[in-house]
C-alpha cells in the first residue's frame, strides 16, 4: 500500500467517525420541535385530568371510582414540568413566553406551587376526605391560572 493510499484511507476513516459521532450526538438530543410537541402533549394532557377531576368534583359525572386516578396522573405530571422547558426550546410553535427562561426561579416556584397542591389533592382523594376536595382542587386551578397568567400566551 503506498503512502498516498494510507493517507486517503485514514482520512476517510477519520472522516467516516467523525460522521457517526456527529449523527450519534444529533440523535441523542431531541429538536426543539421535538420538545415543545411533547411538552404540549403533557399539557393537554395535564388540562384533560384537570377538566375530568372538576367535572367529578362538581358531581356533574359519575365517574368517582376514576378520581384517584385522575389526580395521580395530575400529581405525576406536574412534577415533571420543569423539564418540559429545558433551555433553547423557546422558539418554534410554543405558547410558552420568553418569562419561563428570563425569570426562570419565578417560573419554578409556581410550578412547584403546582406540584404542591397537586399532591395535596392527591392526599386528600386518597384519604376519602370529600368535603375538601373543592378547596384542594381549587388550589390547584389557582397555581394553574397564575403560572399560565405570567408565562403562557394569551389563548385567543
Not at 38 to 58: C, D, E, K, N, P
Request: glycine share 4%; charged share 30%; proline share 3%.
Amino acid at each position: 500500500m503506498t503512502h498516498s493510499n494510507f493517507s486517503h484511507r485514514l482520512l476517510f476513516t477519520a472522516a467516516c467517525l467523525l460522521l457517526g459521532v456527529s449523527l450519534a450526538t444529533h440523535a441523542a438530543e431531541p429538536e426543539t420541535k421535538d420538545i415543545i410537541k411533547y411538552r404540549q402533549s403533557v399539557m393537554l394532557s395535564l388540562r384533560g385530568h384537570m377538566a375530568a377531576s372538576t367535572a367529578i368534583i362538581q358531581g356533574k359525572v359519575e365517574f368517582k371510582d376514576q378520581l384517584v386516578n385522575h389526580v395521580m396522573s395530575l400529581e405525576a405530571n406536574t412534577k415533571d414540568i420543569p423539564s418540559l422547558f429545558p433551555k433553547n426550546s423557546d422558539s418554534g410553535d410554543t405558547k410558552a413566553l420568553d418569562a419561563v427562561w428570563k425569570d426562570n426561579p419565578d417560573f419554578l416556584k409556581k410550578a412547584k406551587s403546582a406540584q404542591e397542591k397537586s399532591e395535596a389533592l392527591a392526599k386528600t382523594v386518597a384519604s376519602g376526605d370529600t368535603k375538601n376536595y373543592a378547596p384542594r382542587l381549587k388550589e390547584l386551578q389557582e397555581a394553574c391560572k397564575t403560572c399560565h397568567k405570567d408565562f403562557r400566551k394569551e389563548e385567543k
